[in-house]
């Protein structure tokens, strides 16, 4: 699949009434990339996650997962493109209904001909990949703490062994070391199943150790897409004033000495 | 690694003496065949001595447990042959990943049937003092309210009568009026075989305005209005709204139950007014195509039947129907804990709840008329 880039996105101008959110905003993402999308409140990066995960179609350009459009894409394929890719939700989104074991199951049933007992085993193993503890697999999602919810949300987003993985702020509201943990849940998986993955954050910890490269979205467009190391060092006042602050460049100079 | 692209090929395995030889995508789809198999191969994997990979296509974390459990079928001492670096290290992870969690806990036992009445008959207990608690505290803001009535909130107010009682007209209308056409029409029947057409007026006016005006309106807006108090109580409680109202010094009982319960006690009584005159009008079209009553006369015998006591004790029930609405629909939303399902199970429980209410409480009501002398 090499040469094909996962994820691809050109010209797209999501509208909500008449506010334009972006203007023919272009972004490429390789296969076994960690590419994080930031920008200030209300810049979109929300929306075009949801546009790229085919929640919300764009009014304008093309976005191409796997090399295959999604704007004008039918059921079937939608359907088969959506076995390939895991999303985290920024609430964790958990059935609450069900317990986190049976919140794992939910998408292997779905898309698999497994046996129960099997379904059970697999999510079982999600579970442990996620971090979760095997005592955890009874809880319901409104008896677990924020991190664990996360972990939770992660292990059904493992479910079916997706290729690509989009994670929405997935740091935030945790404490330090639960964000820690997570971060580097997400290298582990990245360096052993060989994902890619997308995420939103604003966590300047997970910037650093995290990402390969870091699209900053402004002025309803990419205005910067590079490695933190160089994105940092980019002379655009948008990038300047979001990277300047005391606590972005403490986290700098940690990373930097590193 | 990941799937390369999603191919056909399945997982086989091919048991040879003490090797087995995998072969094709151990994938999460590529297993499917072998995994609803498995219980058939269980006793052939016993002698499996090493797990040959070097033919394995693509390999993911479902095909590694599958590997792994049939290392352990095998009876856990096996040699891993021809993996590549990169399946071998997925097999490690997932091994490693297994035994990090730990055991899953044992199963717990199914409750007997004496803890089951037992905690049935607690929970209803505590459901119960629960409620009587409410009751008191929205009593007591009731009364400082009824001390300084400018705090309640207008707006509020107005908004939840318009909800509650304008806009519940039409559907109020129509089946109440269907309802007097029922009735009239299975009385009538009987009443024509006798000759005593003209009686209808007493069935219909009476049996209405008593009964099932108050009766029916109280249910419709039960279902209507009660379920939409608890779906937004409840709502708010899983956001968190209550709790910030409580740290902003804003009494919930204040903003959220008083108005509605007040609201309430204007509509539901107009709403029964409303559905005696509709109820009626039902009962009148029937007379005159059925029993040849036109509607004059039928208007002209209604003062003598219909007493204005028996107006009153009909729509007199209105306000205790619409306390006992207002207070369950607001009480079951803040039983809400959790998510989703809890808004929407106390939903049920409300509806139903308020509904067995009314009906008892008018059965109540009914039979103390008679001694009270409000016959």
Known sequence: ?258 | MPHDQPTKLTALLRVDGPVARCDGNWTLHGIEGLARGWAAQRSVAAQVRAIDGSAIHALDTAGALLLLQLESAAGGRVDWEGFAPEDAALVELVRERRAAAGEPPPPTPPEGALARLGRLALERFEEMTGFLAFLGEAAMAMLRLLANPRRLRGRALLKGIEEAGANAMPIVGLLTFLIGVVTAYQGGQLLKTYGANIFIVDMVALTMVREMAPLIVAIIVAGRTGSAYTAQIGTMQVTEEIDALRTIGIQPMELLVLPKVVALLVALPLLTLFADVLSVMGGMLVARTLLDIGFVDFVERIPAVLSWRSLLVGVGKAPIFAVIIALVGCYQGFQVRGGADSVGRQTTVSVVQSIFLVIIVDAILVINFGSWGLR
Do not use: C
Request: charged content about 25%; proline content about 6%; overall charge negative.
């Open chain 1, 1 to 258: 699949m090499s040469g094909v880039p996962v994820v691809e996105v050109r010209g797209v101008a999501p509208r909500f009434g008449s506010l334009v959110l972006h203007e023919a905003l272009d972004l490429e993402i390789e296969t076994g990339e960690v590419v994080a999308l930031v920008g200030g409140s209300g810049s979109g990066k929300t929306t075009l996650l949801r546009e790229i995960i085919m929640l919300h179609r764009p009014s304008a350009g093309a976005i191409h997962l796997f090399g295959e459009d999604v704007v004008g894409i039918g059921e079937a394929a939608a359907q088969r493109l959506r076995r390939r890719f895991g999303v985290l939700f920024q609430m964790g989104a958990l059935f609450s209904s069900l317990s986190v074991l049976e919140n794992v199951i939910v998408p292997l049933r779905e898309h698999t001909d497994l046996p129960p007992r099997q379904l059970a085993e697999i999510a079982a193993l999600k579970m442990a990949l996620a971090g979760l503890p095997a005592n955890a697999a009874d809880k319901l999602p409104r008896q677990l703490s924020g991190g664990m919810i996360k972990r939770a949300s992660m292990a059904r987003a493992l479910a079916l062994d997706p290729e690509l993985l989009f994670l929405d702020e997935p740091t935030a509201g945790l404490d330090p070391i639960s964000a820690g943990a997570l971060d580097e849940l997400v290298l582990q998986l990245r360096e052993s199943l060989g994902l890619t993955v997308v995420m939103v954050t604003h966590d300047l910890d997970s910037l650093w150790r995290t990402t390969d490269r870091v699209a900053f979205l402004g002025e309803r467009r990419v205005v910067g897409f590079a490695p933190m190391g160089e994105l940092v060092r980019d002379p655009h006042p948008l990038i300047r004033d979001y990277f300047d602050s005391p606590r972005a460049r403490a986290a700098a100079s940690a990373y930097r000495k590193t």
